[in-house]
Each structure stands twice: as structure tokens, then as C-alpha cells.
């Protein structure tokens, strides 16, 4: 019952997927039915089909999964989306971000449930997981 109200709250602010029109440029994974079903659009690079398998091999229990960014890079002080540049000085040091706390959270989870932590390969996800 309690499922069935949150979801009702999330129609009012989410936007379903439209995998035939609106969002068949985009890449994402839409587990059905908690887990019977699966579609899968556009995976294109090493963690993105990690992500797919991960998914796609969960067994059916109470679980979570966080997601979070890296810090600062270069090129996201200068306003440039994409690229592979190194962490800014706040990515590095400054400013405690939301990102590093959940690294911090999730290598907790992972030292004490032995569970898996996956990180891009780009620069500042390595540097920010590290």
C-alpha cells in the first residue's frame, strides 16, 4: 500500500520514458516488474553495459543503489561539458561536495557488506573514488 502511494507522488513529477519517440536517442535501462522484464536502449561504453549486467543479475531482495558524481574537474569549472580533464583544485581538496560524501558512504558500504563500488574511467571519477 505504502509502494502504491509513493508511486502516485512520482507521477506528478516524473515523466514516464517514451523508448519509441521522445527518448529512443537516449541511453537507459528500464527494469519491469522488478526484474521480469528489461529493456535496454543505447548502451554504448564499458560502465554503462556493467551497469546492464549488474542489473540484470541482482536477485530479488531489499537492496541499494547510489549513484553520485565526481568532484570538480577543469573542464566543469570552465562551463565545458565532457572530456576527460583532471580535478580542479575544489574538486581535489575544497569545498566538501555531495559527491565526495557519498564516496565516503560508498566505500563504507563496500568494506562492510563486500559489495562492489564501479566508477568511470575517466580522470576525475578515478581521482574522486580514490
Sequence with gaps: EDFLKRIECYK?????LDPDEH????????????GRRFLVNRVQDYIQSKIVYYLMNIHVHSHSIYLC???ESHHNAEGRLGGDSEL??????????????WMVLLSWLVHT????RWCSSTKPCRATAN
Design 69 to 71: 558524481r565526481h568532484g
Design 113 to 116: 557488506f563486500r559489495s562492489d
Design 23 to 34: 527518448d529512443k536517442d537516449r541511453s537507459f535501462i528500464q527494469v519491469i516488474d522488478v
Design 88 to 101: 580542479s583544485a575544489r574538486g581535489k581538496e575544497g569545498t566538501p561536495s555531495a559527491s565526495a560524501v
Design 12 to 16: 506528478v513529477t516524473y515523466q514516464p
